[in-house]
């Protein structure tokens, strides 16, 4: 089967540095996205990799190891407007997305 | 209109009852999809149409329908709702149905509670 696992919840401080791990296990793969969702609002695209190495991107930067199945998203300098949840989702052979069920990240002051 | 609009906004539905949720684009995107999302899973894709005219099944399509007699709408239908599908379902689209970026923009979500 198809299966994205990334942590429920995290927590981190305003200024600070977070790393969001995604890993996969997917039909194919044909890139690898994240998104971000505020509370009661649409997800929102944030970073695309389809290629191993970083994408930076402002403050966040997103990683891929297609060898290890392994994505992380690093959000820089938090702000509070940064608390939401972080959706990985991965393209299988079919060209669908394969989603993860997101990380809650609660940014404290 | 900018980007994707859906209607209605939210629903209470009698089990039993028909129901068709809206959703239209004007981004001229070949692409639409429908997932719903429930607390604690990903989304999960409903129904897909990679053109006008063409449709395919995702992951839940049971219990649902839909068509794509243009490029700008996407109506999902519910023909019988079941209290299982409650739920927040979300349309979206993108510019071109497979490779290459094809980032999917998403639009705003019905709440869809079903008693």
């Known amino acids: 089967g198809q299966n994205i696992d990334q942590p429920t919840e995290m927590t981190a401080t305003e200024g600070a540095i977070v790393q969001i791990n995604c890993t996969y296990q997917t039909s194919g793969f044909n890139g690898l996205f994240w998104y971000q969702q505020h509370a009661g609002e649409a997800p929102t695209f944030l970073s695309y990799?389809?290629l191993d190495g970083l994408e930076e991107k402002g403050r966040f930067s997103s990683f891929l190891s297609r060898s290890k199945g392994y994505s992380y998203l690093l959000l820089k300098e938090l702000q509070m407007k940064d608390s939401a949840s972080y959706l990985c989702?991965?393209?299988?052979?079919?060209?669908?997305?394969?989603w993860g069920a997101g990380t809650k990240l609660i940014i404290k002051p | 209109i900018a980007g994707i609009t859906q209607a209605p906004t939210s629903q209470i539905l009698a089990a039993g009852r028909r129901m068709t949720l809206r959703c239209t684009q004007d981004m001229r995107h070949n692409a639409m999809y429908w997932y719903r999302q429930d607390l604690g899973l990903g989304l999960r894709l409903i129904h897909y149409?990679?053109?006008?005219?063409?449709?395919g099944k995702g992951e839940v399509p049971d219990g649902y329908s839909v068509s794509r007699a243009n490029t700008d709408d996407f109506p999902l239908t519910l023909a019988s709702a079941v209290p299982s599908q409650t739920s927040v379902y979300f349309c979206a689209s993108s510019d071109v149905a497979g490779g290459g970026l094809d980032e999917q923009f998403f639009g705003p979500g019905t709440r869809l509670t079903v008693l």
């Open positions: 990799n389809v």
């Open positions: 149409s990679n053109t006008a005219g063409t449709t």
């Open positions: 989702a991965v393209r299988d052979s079919n060209y669908q997305l394969i």
